[in-house]
Each structure stands twice: as C-alpha cells, then as structure tokens.
C-alpha cells in the first residue's frame, strides 16, 4: 500500500510516516487530554487545543554540544510533526544534576533555532493568551516524579534497596544466570514509604539505598530486573538547586516525561530497544493508577547515525576540546552543529544529508562523502562564486605597458556573481601587468596533460585576455618567485577577439592592484581513521585536518559577512569565518573542495 506522501518523490518512505499514519487513522490519541494526569492539575492546567495532534519531541541532555548524530534526531522528529501537522516539543531532559550547564542550555536552543526549528508555535498559550515556547524541562516535572514513585510504592510496585552497589550488581544476574531477589525486596508498603522519605529528607547518605522497580528479578530482559527509579545524590541543580537529594534516573524519567507532555511518538535510537519495556510497564502502571492519560506515548526506535570520519561521542568530543585538540567546540573540523555553522555548512545542507541518509532500523555507517556531496548540492545553485588564489605566485605581463597605455593602466572585467542565476548580477574587477596566480598553474616543462602556463603556451586569464607564457624565475633554491607572459592583442573575454582564438587552459588570477589579502584555512577531516572511535582517539586524528595559508582574493569579497559561502573558482566552497570577521579580520573557511579528493 503506498500512502499520499510516498509519492512525493523528495520525502522518501521511512516506517515511522507509517506508524504514525496508521494512529492518525485508527484515532489512537484523538480521546486524550493534555498530558498529566486527572489529579495532577498543574499540567491540565495549561492546556491541549489539540489533543488529536501528532506531538513528537527532541530531548537532549544539556551536558555538551549537539552534533550531526542530534542533528538527524531534531530533522526527523520537527520533519515528521510539521508533515503531520503536529508540533515538536524542545525538551532537556536534565534529570542529572552533575554534568549540566546552562551554556549547555543555551546552545542547544541556538543549534535548534538555526536549523530552522522554531518552538513557537502556538498551541500552548499562557493563561493571557500569550504563546509560549515549545520549550520544557524535565526538571519541572520532579514533583509529579516524586508522586508518581510514592503511588508505585503504595501499589506494592516499588521498594526502597539498602543492598551495596556491589550487592546489587552481582544480585541482577547476567544473560545467562537470572537475578536473585534483594533481602529488601519484601519490606512492607509502610517502611518503604517511611525509607523513600527518608531519602528525600537527606537522612540518607548518597549510595546509602535506591528505589527500585518490584518487577522480576528473574527476565530475560535484565532492564525489566527490578530497575533503579531513584538515587541519593547531593548536588546542586541547574533548575531546582539545592531543593532535592535524591534524582530520578532517566529510566525512569524519560518515560513520564513523555506522558505529561501528551507526546505520540517517542522516537529514539536503538541502544533503548531493550528500555521499551519498562518504558511500557510504567506508563501503563502509571495509567492504571489515574496519574496520567491513556493511551500513552509509544517509544520507536530507529537507528542512530554513524559518518564515517566523524565521532559523535559527547565524551570524546569533550576530550578533544579540553585536551585542545582542537579550538573549542565550534572548531570548524568539529561535528558539532556549531563546528559545522562554522564550516560552511547549512540548515538546507544538513537536512538533505539527513533525509538521505534514511531512517531505518538497521545501523551503518554513511560515507563522509556523503555529507560533502549535499553541502556542494545545496551550494553550487546559490553561492556566488569568486576567484581566490591561495598558493600565490607573481605574474608579470611585459608588454602590458606598451599595449595598453601604460603599466599603471587597470583594465575593467567582469564575470556573473553565479553561471547561470543572471538576475544574481555581475562582479567586476580590474587587471594589470602583475597578478597572483596559483604556483601550480606554472611548470617549466609541460608535463603530459597539462595545459596551464608553460614557455610557450598561451592561456586565457579567466574573464580576462590570453597570453602566451614566456617564462618563469626560481630562486637559489629552486622555489618559483616569479612568472613572465605577453599579452595577446584583442582576445580579452566577451569581445569579438576572444572567440577568435582556442587555448586549452583557463586559469584563475586576481589582479596584484586590486587583490585583498585573506587567511583561508584549508579544513579536512579531523579524523584520517574512517571508522574512528574504535582504536586509540588520538592515533586516528588527521595529522593534516587543517593547513593555513595567506590568500590573495578578488575585490568583490571586501564586504563579505560572516558566515557567508562563496564557491572560490576552482577551488571549492568556502565561508567566511563568522569570529574572526567580527574580530576585523578576513579569513574564509573551507567548506568542500569542488569534488571528494580524499585518499586521491
Ligand atoms: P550521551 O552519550 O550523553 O547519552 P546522546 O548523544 O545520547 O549522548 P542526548 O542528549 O541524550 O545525547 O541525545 C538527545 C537525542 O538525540 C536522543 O533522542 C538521541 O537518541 C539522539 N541522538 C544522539 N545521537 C544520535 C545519533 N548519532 N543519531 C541519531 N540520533 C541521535
Ligand atoms: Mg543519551
């Protein structure tokens, strides 16, 4: 059976468009409410328009960076609710207290905005009728937490653990051999009460008990073993500062989380597979008590996205900023959406890069190709083009003088902002007796196939006039300091001259006179290793992941903006670094030479 959005050729098929289909269809989530639970009125309280909604959610930990891996997660689940006319919620789920900062906080929602997401919308207006942001806390929900564990307790479905940590694992079992059940697991509804209390109340130490799930000690599934709920642990959180000793854990956490905000469709990654379970035995137990609505939110899993030449560890990421390996977390090399902000890239690159890379059940990895080839798709249409000569050598036009008036004279040319967007315009800019040219451009013998400057050869200078190389200077030791070519007479580009002659080789230039000196940064993978991650991190960095050069380019980049792309003839695609514009100095990034080169 193929559905209406089958046919649209750029949204490929994936299962979740069917999932969700399918409950849109049998009217799965129409009879529900806003999240919460009938007795829980603070989360009624702010209403649901719409309970029939598709309602999906990013939840990200905010202790680092988001990367290209949250990348895909914030497409698929902002993607899916926009198609479904649903919304997305932005959720950090800051559950642990420790490794949670509000920079954190702060570039997670930047990253998220500039992928074009906005949690705006309005279907959750304050009690004035102002629209709020799509925007939650796990945090808040602590206290319904706090509740919802005491009502498992009251059931008879939770239990307060003073085994030893040691205890505890080596009393969980493993595949082969079934868990035993805790000397604690039969204390009476009364003490497990008076014990969660007192672990709230701080006359516990952290480690001292935890509360646990009473589910079986002997699953199949260790998840489904009497799983942690709560732990003691002081620490001062970033939202609720020092009011709580003990802290939910995510397992338990997440799944509530989902339920109070009506979410539909709880999508993750796969490694949670084995988490949905208990997932599922919460909600329902959870709904059984009239603590929140049925149906609840269905967890789905899809496989995470690996690139090859990239790690998307948050831990080893946070290895190589503080070991320096690199400059921060917005180094350009980096994965992180900043590092890639800064690189080139764009919300349109990245979304084509996620919506071809498929959503799947089944893992692999996606060839760092890959996301070069949709930055150069989404680029090459739109970025105006310019010339740039990054390994600048100096060439002298002897007779320019004498043909054209004199060697100060400055010849106008122009050329299209983009080869075939007209309306985006036309740049122009001047050529003298000396231009830089790229030292490659020149051999003293020509060697088979090259059709560049060489004694003898005539080229044209793109935009420009032919001329015919006669020479070239090398120093004592051999590095070429200068190149020598004559004018040819009326061949300049777009006069009837130019047509009249056939070279083989077009070369890029920027007029001496006119040129602007730049930094470019030359950036490539930062890991030479194709699978990184999996032998010793340091050993599999590329040596080579960035070579600085002094650039001379044309004049029509002065007024560049930070983050703006420009394809560098021949070159590839670059940015203009957004810091350092804004620091007064021009320096471009490299995006992505013009094809893939790695390994060549
Ligand atoms: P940690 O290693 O700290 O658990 P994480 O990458 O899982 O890090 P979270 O902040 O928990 O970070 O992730 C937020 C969401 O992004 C989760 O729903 C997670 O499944 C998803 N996500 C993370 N990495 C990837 C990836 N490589 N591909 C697809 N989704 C991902
Ligand atoms: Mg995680």
Redesign the pocket.
């Known amino acids: 059976m193929t559905s209406p959005v089958d046919k649209d050729s750029a949204k490929p098929s994936n299962f979740l468009r069917h999932v969700i289909e399918n409950d849109l269809q049998q009217g799965v989530y129409t009879a529900r409410k806003w999240g919460g639970s009938p007795g829980d009125a603070e989360h009624h309280a702010q209403g649901m328009p719409d309970p029939a909604k598709v309602r999906m959610r990013?939840?990200?930990?905010p202790?680092?960076y988001l990367?290209i891996?949250?990348a895909?997660?914030i497409w698929l689940n902002f993607e899916l609710a926009k198609e479904y006319g649903g919304v997305c919620h932005l959720r950090f789920?800051d559950t642990n207290p420790e490794k949670e900062e509000q920079e954190y906080v702060d570039s997670i929602r930047d990253a998220v905005r500039w992928l074009g997401y906005a949690t705006d919308l309005a279907d959750r207006p304050d009690a004035a009728g102002t629209v709020q942001l799509h925007e939650y806390f796990a945090s808040d929900y602590f206290d319904f937490m706090y509740r919802a564990a005491e009502y498992l307790i009251g059931a008879g479905l939770a239990y307060v653990d003073e085994q030893s940590a040691e205890e505890i694992r080596a009393n969980r079992g493993d595949f082969n051999t079934p868990g035993t059940d805790s000397p604690f697991r039969s204390r009476s509804v009364e003490e497990n009460l008076a014990r969660f209390r007192a672990m709230r109340d701080g006359q516990l130490d952290d480690g001292a008990a935890i509360l646990r799930a009473k589910i079986d000690m002997a699953s199949p599934n260790i998840n489904m073993r009497d799983p942690a709920l709560y732990r003691i642990r002081r620490a001062t959180h970033h939202n609720t500062g020092d009011k709580w000793c003990i802290y939910p854990m995510y397992t338990y956490a997440h799944p509530i989380e989902d339920a109070l905000e009506a979410i539909t469709h709880s999508i993750?990654?796969l490694e949670f597979e084995d988490q949905r379970p208990f997932y599922d035995w919460l909600l329902d137990r959870l709904a059984e008590g009239g603590l929140i609505e049925s149906p609840h939110p269905r967890q789905y899993e899809f496989a995470?996205?690996?690139v090859t030449h990239i790690i998307?560890?948050?831990?080893k990421l946070r290895q190589l900023v503080e070991e320096g390996h690199v400059d921060g977390w917005d180094d350009p090399r980096m994965p992180t959406l900043a590092g890639l902000r800064r690189r080139g890239y764009t919300p349109d690159a990245l979304k084509l890069f996620c919506e071809r890379s498929g959503v799947t059940k089944s893992g692999g990895w996606i060839d760092y190709a890959s996301l070069e080839a949709a930055l150069r798709d989404t680029l090459d249409p739109t970025a105006p083009r310019a010339m740039a000569v990054l390994d600048p050598v100096k060439l002298v036009i002897t007779n320019w003088g004498e043909l054209m008036g004199g060697d100060d004279v400055l010849d106008d040319c122009t050329a299209p902002v983009h080869p075939h967007r007209p309306e985006m315009g036309r740049r122009t800019f001047r050529l003298g007796r000396e231009v830089w040219i790229e030292a490659t451009d020149y051999e003293d013998v020509q060697p088979k196939g090259f059709f560049r400057l060489f004694p003898g050869n005539k080229v044209r200078l793109k935009y420009g006039h032919v001329i015919e190389c006669t020479g070239g200077t090398r120093d004592a030791g051999g590095k070429l300091i200068e190149v020598q070519a004559k004018l040819v007479p009326d061949t300049k580009s777009g006069t009837p001259g130019a047509d009249a002659i056939k070279v083989k080789g077009n070369i890029s230039w920027v007029a001496a006179a006119d040129a602007l000196q730049a930094e470019v940064r030359l950036y490539e993978r930062l890991f030479a290793a194709a699978n990184p991650g999996s032998g010793e991190l340091l050993d599999e960095l590329n040596k080579d992941s960035l070579v600085t050069c002094t650039a001379y380019v044309e004049p029509s980049l002065a007024t560049a903006a930070g983050g703006a792309g420009f394809q560098f003839e021949r070159h590839g695609y670059f940015v203009a670094d957004t810091k350092a514009m804004a620091g007064g100095n021009r320096v471009f990034n490299r995006a992505a030479g013009m094809r893939d080169s790695w390994g060549k």
């Open positions: 990013f939840p990200p930990e202790n680092g990367h891996g949250h895909k997660s789920d993750c990654t995470r996205l690996n998307t560890s948050k831990r």
